[in-house]
Nanobody
Framework: QVQLVESGGGLVQAGGSLRLSCAASGRTFSTDLMGWFRHAPGKEREFVAAITSNIFAYADSVKGRFTIFRDNAKNTVYLQMNSLKPEDTAVYYC??????????????????WGQGTQVTVSS
């Protein structure tokens, strides 16, 4: 089993930046795909970004502003969030899949989820 713990959320002004971290433990060798999703009030959980050993993918709404990267030595995945907008306000979740998936943008592709970290962007 894999355990995921997010951190780095907080309150930031529009135009500011935050860096989210996702620390993985357990059977991390069994995961080939990791991603970030967010869940805003009144909306469904939506895809933000995903990463494999050779693929980087982003939702259109965050392209050019967010960057996903990983430090394999630390078993940690990061989401660098720049030029934040009020519409980015949500609980952000880290997720991991047991295998590489072509539908990385779907919540159903993932097997493990973190507890979430709140990101609030003020106008």
């Amino acid at each position: 089993q894999v355990q995921l713990v997010e951190s780095g959320g907080g309150l930031v002004q529009a135009g500011g930046s935050l860096r989210l971290s996702c620390a993985a433990s357990g059977r991390t060798f069994s995961t080939d795909l990791m991603g970030w999703f967010r869940h805003a009030p009144g909306k469904e959980r939506e895809f933000v970004a995903a990463i494999t050993s050779n693929i980087f993918a982003y939702a259109d709404s965050v392209k050019g502003r967010f960057t996903i990267f990983r430090d394999n030595a630390k078993n940690t995945v990061y989401l660098q969030m720049n030029s934040l907008k009020p519409e980015d306000t949500a609980v952000y979740y880290c997720a991991a899949s047991r295998s590489r998936s072509g539908n990385y943008y779907l919540t159903t592709a993932y097997d493990y989820w973190g507890q979430g970290t709140q990101v609030t962007v003020s106008s």
